[in-house]
Every structure is written in C-alpha cells, then in structure tokens.
C-alpha cells in the first residue's frame, strides 16, 4: 500500500493523538512526541509499527503527537489516516480492522 | 536505610539526628524546647517603623550571605512580593540564601534565575512546579530543596529545625508600627495564616504592604510587637490572581460521579453526626462533594460544626446558608472566601492551629473527614502529590499529609486514568502521605478501602458503593494503559521529602531526562 496524499487523523486533546501522514520516497518513518513517551514510547512506537504491517504500509512519514492516548485511540486514529492517505473512503476492511 | 515505606533514604541526608520515616505516629509525646528569635528591643519610643524601600529594609535587617529569609503564599499567583525582594537581594549581591517559603508558584520564577547564580542555595516550600520545579528537577539547586506539608512547615520553624533571620511578610494592610492584616486593602487575602510563624520566630519581621492604615490596625493577624520594618509599596500582587473570581463547580459527570461516591463513602462511615468537621479540597470532585453532602445534611437534619481549610466559596455558602456552624481558615482561595473571612464565625486560624504535629493538638486531629487528591496511590494506598509521573516536580503536600494523619476518615478522590496515566499503581513516584494514614481511595472505577479499616469495610458493604481492591483498581487500571515503563533518574538528590513530624518519608531525584 502506498501512501499517496498527505494526511491528518485526530486531535491534540488530553487523551488523544494526532496522526499526520505524508508520502515519502525513503522507508517508513516514525516520528512520536508522547506526553507519556518515558513510560509508554518504546510501546507506542511498536503499536505503531505493527498497525502500519497489518494495512501493508510500506513507506511514509507519519508524525504522532500523542496526549496520552489508549492504544486503541491510537490504532484508530492511525488507521484513520491512512485510509485518508490512500484515498480510500468506501468499502473498508471492517472484519481486519 | 530503608523507612518504613520501603524508601531508601541515603545515610548522607540521615545526620545530626535526622531520622528515615517510622510510621505516622513515630514521635507522638516528642519532647522538645521551641526555638526563640533573637530580637533588638526597641525600649525608646522612636516614631513608626517604615522605612522607604525595600532595599532599604533588607539593609536594616542586616541579611549576609548564608542566612535564610522567609515568605508567605497567601498573594497566590498574584503575587509581586518575592519577585520584589529578590531582585532587591539579587542587586545587592547576597549570596548563598535559603528561601523559606510556605509554597512557592508560577508568580515566584525571580527565583529560577537566583538559583542559577548561587543567590539562593537553598529551599523550603510546599509547593514545587512550573519554572521553579523544572529548576530544581535539573539539579540547579545546589543543595536539595526540603518539601514540606503546612503543618511541617510550622512544626520545622519551631522546633528551630529551620531558622529565619529574616521574614517578609507581604500583607493587604498594616499601620505604621506593623500590626498587619489580610483585609481592608487593595489586594485582600482574607488571612495572613502561613506568616504566622514567620513572624513570631523570625530574628527581624519586614512588613511589605500597599495599603497603609491607621493605629491600630485590629483585629492584626500580624502583631506589631513582632514586626521591626514596615515598607510601602505601590502594590504587594495583582488580586485577579490572588484569588480566582469564582471556582465553578464542576459540571463533568465524571467528576461529579465521584464526589456522589464521597459523599456517600462519608454518609455511611458511622461519622457523619450532628456537628461533624470535614475540610475538602479545591480540585473538581473534592468541591463538588459539598453538593451532595447539602443534600446528606437535608435529609438527616444535621448540621456541620465546623469546616476547615483552603476555603473556597462553596464552602462559604454553606456556611451563610447555616449548614456549616464555623469555618476555620487557612487560606482564603477565592473572592469569596476572602471577603467572609475574618467576619462572624468564619476564624483566621495560623499554620500551626491548622496542621503543625508538635504542638498540643492541632485542628487536624479533630478533624472528622479530609478529601483529597492525588497524582498517584500505590496498593499499600501512599500517596503522592509532589512529582510528575515522568519525574518532574509539579505538585505541593499542602496539608495533605497533615489532615490525613489527623483526620478519622481520610478520603482520595482521582480519576483511575488521566491521559494513559495509571493513577492506582504498583509503586508512586515519591511517596508524599504515608498509606497507613489513607482509608478511601475513591475513583471512577470503583472504590477501595484501606484493609486496616475493617469498620469502613463493614459499614460499606451494606451499601451499593462499588467496592474493589486496591489492587483490582490497579489492574483495571493497567489493562487501559498498559504496565507504565519505570521512570530512569540519576543519581543526584535534588529533594527531599520531609513529613510532617521531621523524619524524611523520600527523597527525589533528578530524572535523566532532564540531561
């Protein structure tokens, strides 16, 4: 899957994350700025990277900025916008998701 | 050495009779002379004791490098006094002070840079956050700054384990001669509580005010026998910050979910009497408990006998309403606080009356009920208030450790997660109140009672309040955010955490974040 526009999912509200996703020539690149990130970065990052296996994501920028947010608030905002990233607004994967 | 909440405290801050925390009644029945000031009498009558500037008064107290100065925190976020006297002190070149403050804040960050050049090596406060808190966090301080509760702060000054060559005391009025108050000016704090101490063990009492009135200005919280400079300036803080206009209560069903759970805990803890005592807090749930405690007093037709604390103006309505007899204040924290105190049966009463342990009884004990919050409880129920999750210091004991060693029932109200902080862990950051001294730990997810409380652990189980283990709200807890990464620190003590009978509860250390 490869991402082809430039795209945003989420808040920077307590509790939230904002995911920005941009193309990008090189690898995959994660970049994460976490409220809590001494106590639950290296665990988000690995989220992260898993989330993005399972869409088949290969290359990209994304940028995190995460206020503390569940895994789950996470995983969704993150697949959010990829979907937005691809253009994808229709018959979504639900049984993967 | 270990103390006896498992915290290791190094042998290095355990000298000249300084000893690890041994339970929250270790020193009861301690014995002990009070220390005394030293002070110039002034025999011959010699006119009124203003003095021109501030400069001016610091000259005359005769402050040198390696003394310590005292100040208050009743100007709140408002206040321009220590910034005052610092940059003063600062221009004068005095070096190597100790700040003996009751709290210090956002209003107080003159201090950061006076840190940073050896100005000032030492400190004593309650509160410890923001510009001031990352400081110290980064190990600036050049010795470790001491943390104590309200009452610690009234019991370290008397009992002379703090010394204050010089106290200044920002106050709303005073007279020419010193007797000052936190009413009748132009920036009101209701109470001068906190300065107390300060100005009856002081060696030398500089009154700082805006508002200067006639002989005598009584009732005097501050006593001109005690005062020798008095100094006016054009304006002590800025009284939108002093006091917050109106502390809304709250209306998130979250919060308001939990101070219903308080309220009931309180209802059905066999203490709540025709003429029960509680203090509560100033957080969201805390304040929002008065509400339903209304509705408790209603319906059994009992009436409060007295209300303690940071006063706030839900408090002050009950009060006017005739559901609280008598309020007793510490610190007025909101406008309306301030206006009531000092009128009728709403009492200004000092630190020490409030909370110090070394005295022969402070209100603490008698105090029925206290509701608090916290950052952080461990499942043996400590607390902790002062430090950050990732190691930063962002928070002040106030007189949590002291009203909850005193009171019958002490309760904590925290929501179980706050932005994927667990706030039932294994282990707190720094341990600020000791378990043994909390018995309800009310969240969103459930309440839990301290198992030393069998009675409360009875009397609860014939209600619907949701009942869990510690532990269990610990593990629902970590099921939502995951087991938290331990926090890396080095090795450098930049606090220490005293409680309130002068025995070191923790110390806390500079996280390697800050490198």
Redesign the interface.
């Known amino acids: 899957m490869k991402i082809t526009t430039q795209a945003v999912a989420g808040t920077v509200e ?2 939230d994350a904002q995911v920005m996703i941009s193309p990008s020539q090189s690898d995959l690149k994660i970049d994460l700025d976490s ?2 990130y ?3 970065g ?2 988000i990052i690995a989220l992260v990277k898993e989330t993005l296996k399972d869409l088949d994501v290969e290359g990209g920028e994304v940028k995190i900025i995460d ?5 789950c608030t996470i995983k969704a905002r993150l697949q959010t916008a990829v979907y937005r990233a691809i253009g994808k607004k229709s018959d979504l994967p639900w049984e993967v998701l | 050495m270990i103390n006896s909440v498992g915290r290791d405290i190094p042998d290095e801050y355990l000298k000249n009779g300084v000893e690890p925390f041994q339970g929250i009644y270790y020193r009861d029945g301690y014995t002990y002379p009070k220390a005394a000031p030293k002070v110039s009498a002034y025999v011959k009558p010699t006119g009124d004791k203003m003095i021109a500037s501030i400069r001016g008064a610091i000259i005359a107290s005769g402050l040198k490098d390696g003394m310590t100065i005292s100040f208050h925190h009743h100007l709140r976020d408002g206040d321009y006094v220590v910034n005052m006297v610092m940059k003063e002190i600062h221009q004068l070149g005095i070096k190597d002070l100790t700040v003996c403050a009751s709290s210090l804040g956002k209003a107080h960050s003159y201090l950061v840079p006076c840190i940073e050049d050896g100005t000032v090596t030492g400190i004593s406060t309650s509160g410890i956050r923001d510009e001031i808190g990352e400081v110290v966090s980064e190990g600036k301080l050049k010795n470790p700054a001491v943390i104590r509760s309200h009452g610690g702060r009234a019991r370290a000054i008397e009992d002379g384990t703090v010394k204050i060559d010089v106290a200044f005391i920002g106050a709303s009025t005073s007279d020419a001669f010193g007797n000052a108050s936190g009413k009748g000016g132009q920036s009101d704090t209701g109470v001068l509580a906190y300065a107390d101490g300060d100005a009856k063990y002081a060696n030398k009492v500089v009154v700082i005010t805006d508002t200067i009135v006639d002989v005598p200005n009584f009732p005097a919280s501050i006593k001109g026998v005690d005062v020798d400079y008095v100094v006016k300036v054009d304006s002590i803080g800025d009284p939108t910050k002093i006091a917050t206009g109106a502390l809304r209560l709250t209306t998130d069903t979250r919060e308001l979910d939990m101070a219903k759970e308080v309220a009931k805990c309180m209802y059905y803890s066999g203490y709540f009497k025709d003429g029960f005592s509680f203090q509560t807090g100033a957080g969201g749930p805390s304040l929002a408990t008065t509400t339903f405690l209304k509705q408790y007093m209603e319906q059994d037709h009992i009436t409060c006998g007295w209300a303690m604390g940071g006063v706030t103006e839900p408090i002050v309505n009950l009060f006017n309403e005739g559901y609280i007899k008598t309020v007793l204040d510490d610190q007025s924290f909101d406008l309306a606080a301030v206006a009531s105190a000092n009128e009728g049966r709403h009492f200004e009463i000092s630190a020490s009356q409030y909370a110090n342990p070394f005295n022969k009884g402070a209100f603490v004990n008698q105090l029925n009920f206290v509701i608090l919050g916290a950052l952080e409880i461990d499942t043996d129920f400590n607390v902790n208030v002062v430090q950050g999750s990732n190691g930063v210091l962002r928070g002040a004991p106030g007189g949590h450790p002291d009203t909850a060693a005193g009171a019958d029932v002490s309760i904590i109200v925290a929501p179980l997660i706050r932005s994927r902080m667990p706030t039932v862990r294994d282990q707190v950051t720094s341990v600020t109140t000791p378990g043994e001294s909390i018995d309800v730990v009310v969240t969103d997810y459930g309440v839990a009672v301290n198992p030393k409380r069998q009675d409360l652990l009875k009397a609860f189980r014939q209600t619907n309040i949701a009942l869990k283990s510690i532990e269990e709200l610990r593990d629902l807890a970590y099921q939502y955010t995951g087991k938290p990464a331990p926090v890396e620190f080095d090795d450098q003590v930049v606090a220490l955490v005293e409680y309130r009978d002068g025995t070191i509860i923790d110390t806390i250390r500079k996280p390697k974040s800050l490198n």
């Open positions: 307590s509790s409220s809590v001494d106590q639950y290296q665990h206020k503390g947010a569940l895994d």
